[in-house]
């Protein structure tokens, strides 16, 4: 199992561990490179001072240099500074006497250019080394008194050689070397601990809302994280959680309220068809007809509601197949209206407004089952001095549906609650004898073919506005919906133009009933 903590850590250590090294390493060689160029700098000095101690007298050279000046010790305990001058034809001019006779051998670079690099000393070691070919200076007898080391010395230039141990050097460096490594490895451990440190206290926040997340159940689903006093990552994830939790609390009251719903609405009508049957099983055989019929209404009447519920349900859960077709939803509009006003004489007034030709490509039950829902609805609740209006228009990317009607006491409560199983306006003339599913299927069916559905309250005129916007063709896109011209010529011939089968009082045989409120 992945560790936040462990990942953190590791993650740090091992970008952490590379620079501390590297910060160590570059220390160690920036010092050594200053330390080893100051040591050149002594050796060119060095190597200038001998030089000019070489003359060129007549045939002969002289070095006229002060032996006794040259710092040192014996081979055999290590010198620090030996030198080694020699004339062209590579012969002796004069030498260190600690040498003893030793040479010292190194590349010669180009003539009157100090050159300076690695050399071996003559006792075994490792030292620096400076190298300078160069003419000497010419001197007259008369301003060079005394004897010349070399009176008759090849013409040419004189190549003098310095070799100084470095071992005066290697040991504070290696000491450096070694307080670098143990430097490195108190900054890591320190920094180890510190991290451990830092990151267990902050991860104490998110430690503290995975138990606050643990603590909460279905039994209170109520309680909410707290967002006061969180670090500003872990704002947005208790907000979230906070609004799943609102989610998941309002599905579950959902959940019980729809159960409570559905058994108190089978309730009633199991309780007849008891009552019935066992008045039935006393009564006279010609009164047998009659209670038999009584309880087949009943029965028929929870099988509506059973067969609504299922549809919901399938639709809610993706599992309503739908077929599209292409439908004439201005004709079908009218003759649905012509249908509902002949069927209720003595209902408000319903006017339609609905052009020809608006073609829209959808399911042809469901479409027909969520218009048929809408005006019944409207029909059964609207008084009878209201009216309503059902209106359908062309819009950019597809058809918009209005189903109008004239209430009573509707407040922006019910708006939110209006389309939830079950749910009745109480207080109203018509609430108890309809179930309350016929919104609720409407919803559901819209979701189903696409539509979006919408609620609004017009307080100006007390009426109830319900908006179905549907698109041109189910998944395309707004933008790429085209606009299609109101032309008879552009319908095929075999397009439905109001069928019965459309009406919300039946449906195709293969699917489920989704016609009862």
């Known amino acids: 199992m992945k560790s936040i903590r462990r990942e953190l850590t590791l993650r740090v250590v091992t970008r952490v561990l590379p620079l501390i090294v590297l910060g160590c390493v570059l220390s160690y060689f920036l010092v050594r490179a200053v330390v080893y160029r ?30 006794e000046r040259v710092q040192g010790t014996a081979i055999d305990s290590g010198l620090d500074y030996f030198f080694d001058a020699r004339l062209s034809d590579g ?46 200076r010419v001197v007259t007898l008369t301003e060079h008194p005394g004897p010349v080391d070399r009176p008759n010395a090849p013409t040419g230039p004189v190549s003098i050689v310095i070799g100084a141990s470095t071992s005066d050097l290697d040991r504070p460096l290696a000491a450096l070397a070694l307080t670098e490594v143990l430097v490195g490895a108190g900054l890591l451990g320190a920094t180890l601990l510190a991290l451990l440190s830092s990151v267990r206290a902050g991860l104490v926040p998110l430690s503290s809302l995975a138990h606050e997340v643990t ?21 947005p994830i208790a907000s979230r959680l906070n609004a799943l939790l609102a989610r998941l609390e309002a599905a579950f009251a959902r959940e019980k309220q729809f159960a409570s719903n559905a058994a108190h609405e089978l309730r009633t009508p199991v309780a007849e068809v008891r ?23 009943v029965a028929a009447e929870m099988q509506g509601t059973i067969d609504t519920l299922l549809t919901i349900a399938r639709a809610n859960s993706g599992q309503l197949a739908i077929a599209i077709s292409e439908v004439d939803l201005g004709t079908y509009l009218r003759e649905l209206c012509a249908r509902r006003i002949a069927a209720r004489p003595g209902a408000a007034p ?3 407004e609905a052009p020809d030709d608006l073609l ?42 209005c189903v109008r009607n004239h209430v009573a006491d509707f407040t922006h409560d019910d708006l939110e609650a209006m389309f939830e199983p079950f749910w009745r306006k109480r207080g109203t003339f018509i609430a108890g004898s309809h179930s309350g599913l016929g919104l609720a299927l409407v919803r559901a069916l819209c979701e189903v073919i696409g539509a979006q559905i919408r609620a609004e309250l017009l307080p100006a005129t007390s009426e109830l506005a319900v908006f179905i916007t549907l698109p041109r063709r189910p998944g395309l896109p707004a933008e790429d919906a085209p606009a299609r011209e109101p032309s008879s ?8 133009s109001a069928p019965a089968a459309l009406d919300s009082a039946s449906a195709p045989p293969s ?7």
């Open 275 to 297: 009552t019935m049957a066992e008045v039935a099983a006393d009564a006279p055989a010609h009164d047998m007809r009659t209670t038999l019929l009584e309880i087949a209404s």
């Open 489 to 496: 010529a552009s319908l095929p011939p075999t397009r439905p």
């Open 360 to 401: 829209v490509e959808t399911d042809l039950a469901a479409i027909a089952s969520i218009l048929g829902n809408l005006i019944d609805n409207a029909l059964a609740y609207t008084p009878s001095q209201g009216r309503i209006l059902a209106r359908a228009i062309a819009t950019p990317t597809g058809v918009e549906v």
């Open 215 to 235: 603590d909460i159940q279905p039994a209170n689903l109520a309680a909410r994280v707290s967002e006061h006093g969180q670090p500003q990552e872990l704002v």
């Open 91 to 136: 012969s002796l001019l004069k030498q260190s006497p600690l040498l003893k006779g030793a040479r010292l051998d190194m590349p010669k670079g180009r003539p009157g250019q100090i050159t300076v690099a690695p050399i071996m000393l003559p006792n075994g070691r490792q030292g620096r080394g400076c190298e300078y070919t160069f003419e000497p």
């Open 511 to 517: 699917r489920p009933t989704p016609l009862r409120t």
């Open 350 to 352: 319903l006017t339609c």
């Open 38 to 67: 100051e040591f050149d700098t002594a050796l060119r000095h060095e190597m200038q001072v001998l030089a000019s101690a070489a003359e060129r007298i007549g045939d002969g050279v002289d070095f006229d240099f002060a032996v």
